[in-house]
């Protein structure tokens, strides 16, 4: 080679390498809990992002040689960790009305008289702006993937709510054809509105579209295997709701006179594509036919408990775990569990097993990490993307605060994340490269701008809604001096 072309070949080298340190971005010196097969605590690792993937892990000396000029998050004295997934959180219709829902009521009355009407006066503004809201929080308790389960009128517009706050999204649309419903409709008409939305919101982007069904026994068997039947085809997930309660066995019962997994494994649409929403009361076969055809659980701990849905006596969430099962965690709606808060989540679907255990060993806080990372990536069919601190996966990263007093002294990590519950302690947060929390902030919207029209559009809602919510406490106005109200 000439001297000539060596130098333009240095040149061209050069050029390249000021490329990559332009898109790359170093996240410094932080403990990092991988949830990598082997569970590996890194400690003092600096992790290496370049156009939104992890392309390193090493010494931070090393990784400024091999990217110099990178932007850097300092991570000294921090802990991080794979971003949390939450897969099962509706993100429309709660969000706007949230800790409303009296909790004196049943859970057939909270759906119907409450949720469904709000729902059924959603317009799409108030959908885009409660998928903000709803991701927003999310990621401020580092969570960097939702997965909405099927509840949404407008779904263009939540993805345009969770784009714009800039979390990992999976949204789905109403589904349901029994009669009488918002939105209801039939077979043929709610799958083709599936099938639009799937081809509008392609499943391979960082927000898209998966097939929901609302479930329960709101579903003709020729929607259920349609449903499944559509997501063989475009590649992606499906799911619905199933049994957080005893009253899908009975509708069951009336049905066809079989529980309600052993009515689906019948019609043939069990399998790993499937995420069934709740799967609180099982009996053995049904949970022998879910680990049979390796269908997931999305689990939600925090609904039922608001709920009373049974679920301390009934959950069968750890057996299935220890059994092999694919199970994630979800957070529910702003009227059941909420919170969009995994760590939370995890922290009773931990507690619950340790204290129903009979004679099987409880999860422990290690377990129910796992859940919220990298087996609730994979059970939504993201493993291969997120879930773990690993070379060649998308950097959906969480940093938190280890300097905070929830973190003084440091205990063992697992038990540290679960049991002490530091949500509060999110201090970054990174999706697919990009930060979108800064020192516990998201930077990505305006949320002086956001507050102001939640609480203009909660009023507006109510009100289409013909709901006048009744306060826990009685609200008097301010008094102004000589003691008469302002």
């Known amino acids: ?17 000021e490329q990559r340190a332009s898109r790359a971005l170093l996240v410094v010196d932080g403990d990092l809990v991988t949830m990598a097969p ?12 370049v156009d939104g993937a992890i392309a390193a892990l090493g010494p931070a000396a090393e990784l400024r040689a091999q990217f110099p000029g990178a932007t850097e998050i300092d991570a000294a004295g921090c802990v991080v960790t794979p971003g949390l ?26 759906i119907f008289d409450w949720a469904v009407p709000i729902h059924a006066a959603h317009e799409p503004a108030d959908d885009e702006l409660a998928a903000t809201l709803t991701a927003v929080e999310a990621l401020t308790n580092g969570v960097t993937t939702i997965a909405e389960p099927g509840t949404v009128a407008a ?11 800039g979390i990992r999204g999976r949204v789905g649309t109403w589904g349901w054809d029994a009669p009488g419903l918002p939105w209801s409709g039939p077979a043929a008409e709610v799958l083709a509105r599936q099938e639009q939305l799937l ?7 960082l927000v898209g579209a998966w097939v929901t069904l609302v479930g329960h026994d709101l579903a003709s068997d020729a929607l259920f295997a349609g449903a499944a039947a559509l997501a063989e085809r475009a590649d992606t997930q499906v799911t619905w709701h199933l049994s957080p309660s005893t009253d899908d066995g009975l509708a069951y019962a009336a049905r066809s006179g079989k529980r309600p997994v052993t009515h689906l494994a019948d019609l043939g649409v069990l399998g790993p594509r499937l995420v ?51 199970l994630a965690l979800g957070c529910d709606s702003h009227n059941a569990g ?3 808060d995994v760590l939370r989540a995890a922290w009773l679907l931990a507690g619950v097993s340790r204290d129903t255990a009979a004679g099987d060993p409880p999860l422990t806080a290690a377990d129910a990490f796992a859940v919220a990372t990298c087996a609730g990536a994979e059970a939504l069919g993201l493993g291969d993307l997120v879930g773990s601190i690993e070379v060649g996966k998308r950097a959906d990263l969480v940093v938190f605060d280890g300097t905070a007093p929830a973190w003084t002294p440091r205990g063992d990590l697992a038990l540290h994340l679960v049991w002490g519950a530091p949500s509060g302690t999110v201090r970054d947060v990174l999706v697919d490269g990009r930060p979108v929390v800064r020192d516990g902030r ?45």
């Open 1 to 17: 080679m000439s001297i000539a072309a060596r130098s333009a070949s240095e040149e061209r080298s050069d050029r390249g390498s």
């Open 338 to 340: 909420d919170t969009p």
């Open 85 to 110: 997934v939450d897969a099962h959180q509706h993100t429309t219709g709660d969000p706007l009305v949230r800790s409303t829902i009296p909790d004196d009521i049943d859970s057939q009355q909270s």
């Open 38 to 49: 082997d569970r590996a605590v890194l400690e003092r690792t600096t992790v290496a992002v």
């Open 276 to 326: 069934l929403g709740h799967a609180v009361h099982l009996d053995d076969d049904e949970l022998g036919a879910l680990l049979d055809t390796g269908t997931a659980i999305a689990v939600c701990p925090g609904a039922y408990l608001r709920l009373g849905q049974g679920y301390t006596g009934a959950s069968r969430h750890a057996e299935f775990l220890r059994s092999g099962g694919r």
């Open 155 to 165: 779904p263009l517009s939540v993805a345009r709510g969770l784009s714009a706050a």
């Open 199 to 205: 081809a509008d919101l392609p499943p391979d982007g």
């Open 442 to 486: 998201v930077t990505t919207v305006d949320l002086a701008a956001l507050r102001e029209e939640a609480t203009a559009r909660r009023a507006s809602l109510l009100r289409r809604a013909g709901i006048d919510p009744v306060p826990s406490w009685p609200v008097r106005p301010a008094l102004v001096p000589g003691g008469t109200p302002a």
